[in-house]
């Protein structure tokens, strides 16, 4: 069993959005479960 706060977290995720036009996509997770995390990065040249 989960903790309280694992729960809360899972049920009220934070941070969650999508960059457009980004540079890099990674996931990870197992689709069965449905516990997926993906995560997108913007690189800007200077």
């Known amino acids: 069993m989960y903790s309280k706060k ?3 977290q ?3 995720p934070k941070n ?3 960059i457009e036009g980004a ?3 990674g996931e ?3 689709p069965q ?3 997926m995390m993906k ?3 913007k690189v800007a040249a200077q």
């Open 23 to 25: 540079d890099g996509i």
């Open 6 to 8: 694992v729960m809360e």
């Open 33 to 35: 479960c449905g516990d």
């Open 39 to 41: 995560i997108t990065i």
């Open 16 to 18: 969650v959005g999508e």
């Open 28 to 30: 990870v997770g197992n």
């Open 10 to 12: 899972f049920q009220n």
